[in-house]
């Protein structure tokens, strides 16, 4: 798949809540076929602390409106900047990068689990996995009810099952507590969102022999393969969470126990 | 328009602008955005004897204008660059050169012998200067007898065109130049990164695993110009110069500084295209100004 480079206009920039927004950008040529899971490399590039392109994975793709949609959470200034664009203006894309989930047979049960900024990929996945001719069902982790996030629009794809830390909406706990998550047989999982919530997501569905795939976040530097730093160690040694990721089957990971 | 061919060595160049080892893998991660053949040259990823696994994650840190990284040499050894490798690299219509490396001096001129048999690799670049190894490395390039070692043992391997790079992190870097020119070395290439580190206030720990890493990009660009200045006045072989080159006007500084030819590295990382950019940018100067070849302006801070 070939890899492009492209300024990007931005047609809608809209704040989800909190420190979440939604970016949608158009492309000056045809969009080519972007993958659920792929991402894109964003050039912020406005002072000296940002010098580094920022890793964000696709949220959506409209073929017929010729855009594609990132979800972003202000964690720092790079993030700071892209929250502050306004339709007209241009962002430089690096893409499409990466690979790509798997998606299930027709007929499987397919749980899609995230959390916070990690929720990003997981829309455009479930509108893939209902292409497949499979149902999504998205477990959805959260502080409080206050930080709650997309669950309208993840509503529209499937079954949506909340948790929040302080049970001021749905289960009281993490994802993996969810009583659908842990009683119902699931014939695939997609994680991604916090390191901590994809590797218990990732233990408990290593335990019911469960087929699973999280997306790594990695902090990179160019994204293609070439600078070797978002390295994550696996069963064939250390790969790129750029190009051989973002997404792995929790069976080839080899994580640290620590964070 | 005017004429950019270098030579090093007995080696022909297109033109001064190479993508530098660490930032362009084995050339092939850049194959959508450019044409590889209209670079000087690239310098492929630090090679060693034996397959290393690098250092833990994370070892990348950004920074003001730059970046810090703690690779530490991951790649799957010569072996696996001779089968695996190599073939693709030799359709390049470019000058393709080796970034070697070793924990010995006995690694370096077995790696260097066995490069020497690889036809479509004209020259090496003897990496005395990575700062993210724990044996090896930048051992060699900050101690002027264990450089002068290496780089002898190597120039007796190695027939074709040998560059040495050089580490920044050093008193004088004049005497490392020397050393190489002294050696046998056809050509220098400087800076390598500058050992720096980076710490992260909310978690109270070091932001890289092995705490310190190499720092590269514009950050380290003025430090980089004043070394390649000094080298250059004090040696007569070609110097390449390397350093947050992010432009052709960057570019354009090191060759007036002295430099025969250049690496873009860490720019690449924020445009894939820069290193074709950079060569553009040089030809438009000069034809602009009226300079009928590159060398005409090697050094002319100088001379001005």
Known sequence: MKKRIEDFTV????????????????SPTPLPEILPG??????VNDSPATFLRRPLSVHDVDYSENTISLLIQVTGKGTEHLSRLQAGEKLNLIYPLGNSFTLPQKGESVLLTGGGCGMAPLFYLGRKVIESGAYPHFALGFRNRSRIIGQDEFRKLGEV???????SEGYRGFVTGIPAFREEKWDRVY???PELMMKAVAAECLDRDIFCEVSLENMMACGIGACLCCVVPTTSGNLCTCTDGPVFNVRNLKWQTSG | MADLRIKIGSLLFKNPVLMASGTCGYGSEFDDFIDIAQLGGIIVKGTTLESREGNPYPRMAETASGMLNAVGLQNKGIDYFETNIYPRLSQYDTNVIVNVNGNTVE???ELSRRLDNL??????????SCPNVKRGGMIFGTNPGAASEVIAAVRKAYRKTLIVKLSPNVTDITEFARISEDEGADAISLINTLVGMAVDAGTMKPKLSTVTGGLSGPA???VALRMVWQAAKNVSIPVIGIGGIMNAQDALEFIMAGATAVQVGTASFIDPRTAVNVIAGITSFLDGRGFATVSQITGIINRN
């Not at chain 1, 792929?38 to 050039?43: G, K």
């Not at chain 1, 099952?161 to 049970?167: I, K, R």
């Open chain 1, 11 to 26: 047609t809608e920039n809209r704040r989800l809540a909190d420190k979440f927004y939604v970016i949608k950008l158009s």
């Open chain 1, 38 to 43: 792929q991402f894109a490399e964003a050039l």
């Open chain 1, 161 to 167: 099952h909340l948790a929040t830390e302080d049970g």
């Open chain 1, 191 to 193: 994680s991604c969102g």
């Open chain 2, 107 to 109: 690694e370096y001129t």
């Open chain 2, 119 to 128: 036809d479509a690799i004209p020259a090496i670049e003897l990496n005395i």
């Open chain 2, 220 to 222: 380290i660009k003025p």
